[in-house]
């Protein structure tokens, strides 16, 4: 499959999607040429899902970067929380720059289904986000209780308790699958910015890019559909809204 017939599919889903690995691509010549530093003085986090597919499909240019420090839980939310960001924030080179990746994922197959994606040297389609899924069966269910968030399962029932404070929303909704993955964000989003809000970082700039991480099949790929892209500088506490970098 050729490079406009994969976003063709991806673009039915997410208008504005590129390939991962153009996102990267694009990112490292902001930092070179807008920000004037090299790849290796900044220092990247990256808030996404531990499933195995997103590790298997990260693109190689990545490693450019440093890093990445691992903040994300099931579907990218940032369980490691303050520690984790302090921890994170410590390690940025003296005159480098941060760079948070972070959203949840979710599947389009090459048939076009959406939440499936085929894996590696598998016959049958499985869920993806499996998290999102799982969280969403029990939500049609009207399985998931109020406030119940186990020590067992601690992540699983956060994400359970942030669709469930959205349910109308999302069991109404044409693919209600998107609309989890869309809440599933919001919430990572605010968290990503409230952390950001708390911490302390040795550097001038924190570079913020929140998206859907799109999974295909294994010979498809992955995606990227942002929905943030920002430059702060630290220094006089401005937001730049930098999306045209990307998206182009």
């Not at 911490?199 to 990227?224: A, E, M, P």
């Amino acid at each position: 499959m050729k490079k406009r017939e994969k976003l063709a599919l991806i673009r039915k889903h997410y208008p504005n999607a590129i390939t991962t690995i153009d996102s990267v691509n694009r990112m490292i010549d902001f930092v070179e040429e807008k920000l004037d530093l090299e790849p290796s003085k900044i220092m990247l986090a990256d808030s996404i899902c531990s499933d195995d597919v997103n590790s298997i499909q990260y693109p190689v240019r990545a490693s450019e970067f440093l890093g990445p420090f691992k903040m994300g839980g099931l579907d990218g939310f940032p369980f490691t929380g303050l520690t984790g960001m302090g921890a994170f924030a410590s390690h940025v080179p003296d005159e480098g720059a941060v760079f948070v990746y972070y959203g949840p994922h979710i599947g389009i197959s090459a048939a076009g289904i959406i939440g499936e994606i085929y894996r590696h040297g598998q016959q049958k389609g499985t869920s993806c986000c499996g998290a999102a899924k799982g969280a969403l069966n029990k939500l049609l269910n009207d399985s998931i209780i109020t406030g119940q968030v186990s020590e067992m399962d601690y992540q699983m029932n956060t994400i359970e308790q942030i669709l469930l404070k959205e349910k109308d929303r999302v069991i109404s909704a044409e693919y209600p699958i998107k609309e989890a993955t869309e809440v599933i964000y919001e919430a990572i989003d605010k968290r990503i910015n409230e952390l950001i809000e708390r911490t302390k970082y040795n550097c001038r700039y924190v570079i913020l890019l929140g998206t859907i991480h799109i999974n295909s099949d294994t010979d498809i790929g992955s995606f990227t559909s942002a929905k943030r892209f920002e430059l702060i500088d630290l220094l006089t506490n401005e937001r730049k809204n930098i999306m045209e970098e990307l998206i182009r």
